[in-house]
């Protein structure tokens, strides 16, 4: 009977991608860096990104007509 070979063939493919997934899964679950607990360093208290500092404002002052 082919029903009994049709099966078969679709358990191996759902345990195949199942167990692919759960693969990468434990891949990036490994991959997370731990997150630094305790008292902040001084590179945590620099902003990020754009912030009015003094050489950023010598500069503007610079630039003023």
């Given amino acids: 009977m082919k029903t009994t070979k049709t ?6 493919l759902v345990t195949a ?4 997934a ?6 990036v679950a490994g991959t997370r860096k731990a997150q630094p ?5 001084a ?3 620099q902003p990020d990104g ?7 404002l010598k500069y503007y ?5």
């Fill in 7 to 12: 099966n078969n063939r679709r358990k191996f």
């Fill in 17 to 20: 991608g199942l167990g692919s």
């Fill in 22 to 27: 759960g693969a990468v899964a434990a891949v």
């Fill in 37 to 41: 607990e305790g008292p902040h360093t």
């Fill in 43 to 45: 590179a945590c208290a």
């Fill in 50 to 56: 754009y912030h009015l500092s003094d050489h950023i």
């Fill in 61 to 65: 002052k610079t630039t003023e007509v």
